[in-house]
């Protein structure tokens, strides 16, 4: 669950936007509020937001509001995850968004929801909004139309005022800890520099990091304006007033960045601007190193991947933290990165991450494709309640890493696609493993292991979609695939035997799904062990069979040695934990046993 971001340490001024926000919302407690703070990006429209929360929850009376909930409210997707977040923590067996704002309904206390960068016009916002007469709301947004939502409760967030600009500027040129270094040219740069938060943050930032004076500043910016504007003249007037000025300020700071450097904030710039982890680059280092595409014609692009990525080695070949971190904290001195440290995430601010995707990357087809490597193979298939956690965190950045084009490489397509699946979101997912099975048929043959995956994987998208036929087809071609290609005892032989008689078993066809659940269960015993993760999952299967065969005694064993060793493997809260707690409660209820099962449940 995120928490909200503190505000920049430099945090400056807006005083007057603070105390209208804080007098709104003081205003009839127990009824609903809405606050929207819109305008251009870069303005200081989620500082503010993150100054009025540290502001009202640390107030002298106690904290203004009982919760704070941060929603990322870039896009749809992002709502979502951040609203299914909610759900998981705050409500029992709660997954969707409908859980959450079903609990905020219910929950009459003085929460705050804050959207963060609500600036997609095609959004409409309101049907995140809790059905309900109480809690309270803030929108950040680009988007003056969001104003609706608050007609009488809103601020433009435009330039600074001359003098807050100015005590901002020094704030970060000058440090109280350092004393009076640069006294002249901070009027006539703000000035420059539009009295714009963002920009004067980021000039601020290149002049403390490279000792230069605000004059000397001033000379390289109208040097460094004067040839960008020609050259971008057209497309950045397209945007707004200023955002020419951010530019060239980006710009000047890019150029001081080391290859290193600049090469990560261009990739990252291929994922969502938001909760980019170093988990996702260490979890791509340690399976690039080992990795091996079955085709050639596949093998540079992970090669450019791993020529990046060799940087945050250490000398022994594992991940050193220190040296990623250095690297990234080079990119925060100019600050066109930051570090959200409640939630352990770097992000770049909007406007940033669209200038460096758009301007500052030279081969787009290369930069994407080296993204999409690391972030492709950071994808693991394990179990544990971490990999599920980090896979659905996943989401937006694949999402990002696909938006310019098609996947780069059959085996990215893959681990994409398994996690848009594991998401729910199987037409997405078959969009990226369909051309994948046709790939692999033509160019590795019928019989290879990675075509009979890529058909096993495609049977699965088919299945969750309630395309029986389609999937049992594709079922039956993986099972005897496999059974000539890698025998009948091969662990992936016998989870495609059990995948066929999960099909059996949605097809109403009990007799044949008993069979193989039956089958591939006693070869998995041999073969695997009592406790091993895929037997406990054809114990389980073959429990449901049981139980709706009405052998209930027999569903019950097989369903408590399964939850028992689950709950020992991975947790009470694990999802796999908590779908075998409830198998066993259906069966014990079924027993007349209500009592046993309300325990369970």
Known sequence: LKTC????????????????????????????????????????????????????????KGSRFSEVFFVDATSPETIRTDMENIARVK??????????????????????????????????????????????????????????????????????????????????VDPPSKGPSHTNGDQALSLELGFFALAIVQAGAYIANTNISIDEYLKLYARCRGELLEEYKDQVQKVDDYEWTVYTTWIISFQRLSKEAAKFLQLCAFLHHDGISESI???????????????????????????????????????????????????????????????????????????????????????????????????????????????????????????????????????????????????????????????????????HPDTLTSIANLATIYLNQKRLEEAQELELIVMEGRRKVL?????????????????????????????????VLGTKRQVLGERHPSTLTSMSNLAWIYCKQGQLDEAEKLQSFVLESRTEEFGEQHPSTLAAMGHLATTLKKKGRAEDAGALE
């Open 281 to 447: 680059f260490e979890k791509g280092a340690t399976q690039l190193a080992s990795y091996h595409p079955a085709l050639q014609d596949e093998a540079q692009h992970f090669e450019d991947a791993r020529q990046f990525i060799d940087h945050f080695k250490s000398n022994r070949g594992d991940w050193d933290p220190l040296k990623f971190r250095k690297t990234v904290s080079e990119v925060q001195s100019y600050s066109l990165i930051d570090y959200d440290a409640p939630n352990q995430v770097y992000f770049i601010h909007p406007l940033v991450w669209e200038w460096t995707r758009t301007k500052m990357v030279s081969n787009t087809k290369v930069t994407c494709t080296t993204m999409q490597c690391i972030l492709g193979m950071s994808v693991s298939s394990e179990l544990k309640m971490e990999d599920f956690a980090f896979r659905r965190g996943l989401v937006r950045h694949i999402d990002s890493a696909l938006a310019d084009g098609k996947v780069t490489g059959s085996d990215i397509a893959e681990r994409f696609g398994r996690v848009l699946g594991e998401a729910g979101r199987w037409d997405d997912a078959e969009a990226l493993e369909d051309p994948v099975v046709g790939f692999r048929k033509e160019s590795l043959g019928m019989d």
């Open 487 to 519: 025998g009948v005892n091969d662990p992936k032989t016998l989870a495609a035997m059990n995948n066929l008689a999960s099909i059996y078993s949605r097809q109403g066809r009990w007799k044949e799904a008993k069979a193989l659940h039956v089958e």
């Open 91 to 172: 409500c029992e067996g709660g997954e969707t968004v409908e859980d959450a704002l079903r609990w905020l309904a219910d929950e009459k206390k003085e929460w705050l929801i804050l959207f963060n960068n609500a600036d997609d016009t095609s959004l409409n916002l309101s049907q995140y909004f809790p059905q309900c007469a109480h809690g309270n709301i803030l929108i950040t947004t680009r988007n003056p139309q969001l104003r609706r939502y608050a007609p009488k409760a809103n601020h433009q967030v435009a330039d600074m005022e001359p003098d807050e600009a100015k005590d901002l500027l020094i704030r970060i």
């Open 5 to 60: 971001p503190q505000p920049s340490p430099v945090f400056t001024g807006r005083g007057n936007v603070i105390t209208s926000m804080t007098e709104h919302f003081a205003e009839d407690l127990g009824k609903r509020h809405i606050y929207v703070l819109y305008g251009l990006g870069g303005a200081g429209k989620s500082q503010i937001a993150y100054k009025f929360v540290q502001t009202s929850q640390t107030e002298p």
